[in-house]
């Protein structure tokens, strides 16, 4: 696999509503305004909006951040912070 290839993100926004939006990306700054702006972002922030980026990981080809996303899905909630607390100490 070229190296090049391992440039997707996986990513947790919180909500203004404190909920949890995970996603994938291979621009992170482009896709965190689509969701901003409503216009190409996610259906899940129509009605919420997006407050910061609490979460992030790089170095994924697209098949691996899929499915590290669909393993954070599955996640509960407390998991999620857990998860998202364990990488900011």
């Known amino acids: 696999m070229l190296k ?12 203004s ?5 995970t996603g ?3 621009d ?8 901003l702006s409503c216009k190409g972002g996610a259906r899940y922030f129509h009605g919420r909006r997006p407050k910061k980026i609490v979460y992030l990981e790089h170095g994924h080809d697209r ?3 899929s499915k590290r996303e669909a393993e954070i899905k599955s996640l509960n909630r407390s998991q999620k912070i857990s998860m998202i607390s364990d990488t900011k100490s």
């Open 4 to 15: 090049s290839e391992k440039n997707w993100y996986v990513y947790i926004i919180l909500s």
């Open 17 to 21: 509503d404190e909920s949890l939006y």
């Open 24 to 26: 994938i990306t291979t």
């Open 28 to 35: 992170l700054e482009r896709r965190f305004q689509q969701h």
């Open 63 to 65: 098949s691996s951040a």
